[in-house]
Structure formats: structure tokens, C-alpha cells
């Protein structure tokens, strides 16, 4: 059982008492009080995709060092990206599957990325 504190108008009740003139202490069954049912919000399908990827790049990345840090940066990027920007997603979901795919190729050894510099000056 866990207990909350509640603001009340009506008098004491089986599973709760009175802590003050106006707020009681409710007990409520476990199953109730941390369960993801009635905490958390579904994911939408799209969200489902980004998550089932992601699983999926760090079981690859595993069996490969220094994969890891890489994969959790770039997903962390892209966590800002708002969730009405559903083409912007899509286009990454797909480029993470290419990219899944080269991952788990037996020959991929290294990982390199491609960094902007600034122009030199001449």
C-alpha cells in the first residue's frame, strides 16, 4: 500500500484519516499507485518505431567498442526535434535503418563521421 496526501471536504473513510482540518492521508493498493498503466501515456506508433530502433542499434553496438557512446550522442540529438515534425522523423528512422544495416554487417569495424569545419581564410 502506498499512501498520498489529498485535500478533502467529506469526513473519514475506510482507507483514509485525517491528517489536518482539510487534507487526509488516502492509502492506495500497489497496483494503483506505480504502475505504468495509470502513470504513463502511450507511445504513438512513430514513437514505438524510434524506441524499437534504438533498442536495436545498442544490441548491435554491443558487440562493437566504442559504438555505444556514439549511437546514445546522436539519438540524444535528435530527441529535440518536436513530435509534430513527422517527416523530419520518418527520414530519420529510415537513414537509422540503413545505417542499423551497416552496423550489423560482419565487416563494419569503425565508425566515422563526418565533421563541419570553418572555411580558411586566405
Given at each position: 500500500?502506498?499512501?498520498?496526501?489529498?485535500?478533502?471536504?467529506?469526513?473519514?473513510?475506510?482507507?483514509?484519516?485525517?491528517?489536518?482540518?482539510?487534507?487526509?492521508?488516502?492509502?492506495?493498493?500497489?497496483?494503483?499507485?506505480?504502475?505504468?498503466?495509470?502513470?504513463?501515456?502511450?507511445?504513438?506508433?512513430?514513437?514505438?518505431?524510434?524506441l524499437s530502433?534504438?533498442?536495436?542499434?545498442?544490441?548491435?553496438?554491443?558487440?562493437?567498442?566504442?559504438?555505444?557512446?556514439?549511437?546514445?550522442?546522436?539519438?540524444?540529438k535528435n530527441?529535440?526535434?518536436?513530435?509534430?515534425?513527422?517527416?523530419?522523423?520518418?527520414y530519420l528512422?529510415?537513414?537509422?535503418?540503413?545505417?542499423?544495416?551497416?552496423?550489423?554487417?560482419?565487416?563494419?569495424?569503425?565508425?566515422?563521421?563526418?565533421?563541419?569545419?570553418?572555411?580558411?581564410?586566405?
Amino acid at each position: 500500500m502506498v499512501s498520498c496526501l489529498l485535500q478533502t471536504t467529506a469526513g473519514a473513510g475506510p482507507l483514509h484519516r485525517e491528517v489536518g482540518p482539510r487534507f487526509a492521508v488516502v492509502a492506495l493498493p500497489d497496483d494503483l499507485s506505480g504502475s505504468s498503466r495509470y502513470t504513463m501515456a502511450r507511445h504513438s506508433k512513430l514513437q514505438k518505431q524510434v524506441l524499437s530502433l534504438y533498442r536495436q542499434f545498442l544490441r548491435a553496438g554491443k558487440e562493437k567498442p566504442g559504438f555505444l557512446p556514439q549511437i546514445q550522442a546522436e539519438f540524444r540529438k535528435n530527441a529535440s526535434i518536436p513530435r509534430m515534425d513527422v517527416m523530419h522523423i520518418e527520414y530519420l528512422i529510415r537513414r537509422g535503418q540503413r545505417q542499423l544495416e551497416q552496423l550489423r554487417d560482419v565487416n563494419t569495424k569503425q565508425m566515422g563521421t563526418f565533421v563541419k569545419t570553418k572555411p580558411e581564410k586566405r
